[in-house]
Every structure is written in C-alpha cells, then in structure tokens.
C-alpha cells in the first residue's frame, strides 16, 4: 500500500516570496492533516480536512497560509508572503476516521517538506 | 484543554541498556487515544503504538514496551536492550474526538542518543 506522498522535500525561497506544497493522502483517508515542525518541537496542527471540508483551522495563520483539498483527496498548502519564522519541516498525514471508535486509525506520516526561509 | 507532555528532553544510553522514555498527558475526554512514534534523522514520523483509553492492558513488542496508567495519566515507553538503530527522536501524542473526527496533539519528543 502506497503511503503518504509529498513534494517538494526540500525548498528555499527568500522572505516575502510564496510556496507551495503538495500532499497526497492514502487511498481512501478522509482524513488529511498539515502538521508544522519547527527544529526541536513536536508537530503543531495547522489545518484539518474531513474529506474536502476543514475541521480545524484554529492555529492557521489565515493572513499568509492557505490550504485547501482538491476534491477530498490531494491536498495543498501555500504561504504567501514567507517569513523567516516559517521555516520548518511541513508534514502531511491522513488517518481513516470514523465516529466509532473502534475504527479510528493512527495518522501516517508523509516524510515532509522541508522549508528553509532566508 | 489537552496537554502532552514529555519532560525529558534527550537521553543518552550505552547500547544494550533499557531505557524509559515518559509520557503524561492531560484530558478531559472519557475516550482518547494515546501513541507513540518514532522520528528517525529522515524526518518522517514512524507509527509505533496505539492504545485506546478504556484498554489498559500493557503491550510488549519484542523490544518495544508500553505501560498505560489512566491514574497517573501516563504512558511511557520502554526499550529493552537498545541498540543504535533506536537513536531518534521519539513522540508521544494524544487523540481525541473533534466533530466527528480526531485531532492529534503531540508532546514536544524526547531525543535518544544510543551509544555503541
């Protein structure tokens, strides 16, 4: 089973440019997950889809990222204009959900992108 | 509010020594779910363990075991014997229900450093 794909691995803009990455879940997730990973921190939730709508957007710094997922599957992420404070590694992750409980899977992990502002 | 957290922040063991790796977390939920994963120096989050809150059975997986107590609020993570293939930086999270679905919250990791 293919996992969590993500492009581009590494990147490097200047401040004030914008980017985007790309996620595509496993097959059949509905969930899709954008984690921000600053050097020496646990991942911070950005954004939470349920299929195509957003479940979760509390910690998205809505005046210069965006997200959005294409038909409830592929997934993309953009920043415009970067900050130096945005550079991390950007993870994506998806997880089959369900109201019961019995059924909720663990999220799996893309390798992420990592984001270097300069 | 829901809290992970992991207060060692790195630890460093001769290889083939145990080591505990300690999780406590806060909830108010009645149904959560606790995890471990793995972070190698490629920087993708490898899924180690599950456990759901009304289960707190212990679990051994070869070298990798977990000891979930709902009454101190923790779940920590053993490894016995370790060896240098275990040198990562290891995450515990905390699950729990939002709309219909699950959101992850993840304590700030604990570094492993397994010497030869």
């Known amino acids: 089973e293919a996992g969590v794909a993500q492009s581009p691995r590494y990147k490097i803009i200047e401040k004030r440019q914008s980017v985007a990455f790309w996620c595509n879940p496993i097959s059949g997730h509905a969930t899709l997950y954008w984690y921000q990973q600053i050097l020496g921190q646990g991942p911070k939730l950005l954004i939470q889809f349920q299929n195509n709508g957003v479940v979760d957007d509390s910690q998205l710094p809505k005046d210069r990222f965006s997200a959005e997922r294409l038909k409830g599957v592929d997934s993309t992420l953009k920043i415009q204009p970067a900050k130096l404070e945005d550079s991390a590694v950007y993870l994506c992750a998806s997880s089959l959900s369900s109201r019961d409980p019995r059924r909720n899977t663990e999220a799996f992990f893309g390798q992420g992108t990592r984001l270097t502002v300069v | 509010a829901q809290k992970v957290t992991q207060a060692q922040t790195e630890i460093s063991v001769v290889e083939k020594e145990d080591v505990t790796l300690d999780c406590v977390y806060e909830?108010?939920?009645?149904?959560?779910?606790l995890f471990w994963y793995k972070q190698p120096p490629s920087g993708e989050l490898v899924f180690l363990i599950r456990r759901n809150s009304f289960d707190e059975q212990n679990e051994i997986s070869g070298r990798y075991s977990w000891n979930f107590q709902k009454s101190t609020s923790s779940f920590n993570f053993t490894i016995t014997a370790s060896q240098v293939v275990d040198s990562a930086v290891y995450f515990c999270a905390l699950s729990e229900e939002t709309s219909g679905t699950y959101k992850y919250i993840f304590g700030t990791g604990t570094r492993l450093k397994v010497l030869a």
């Open positions: 909830t108010r939920d009645t149904t959560y779910y």
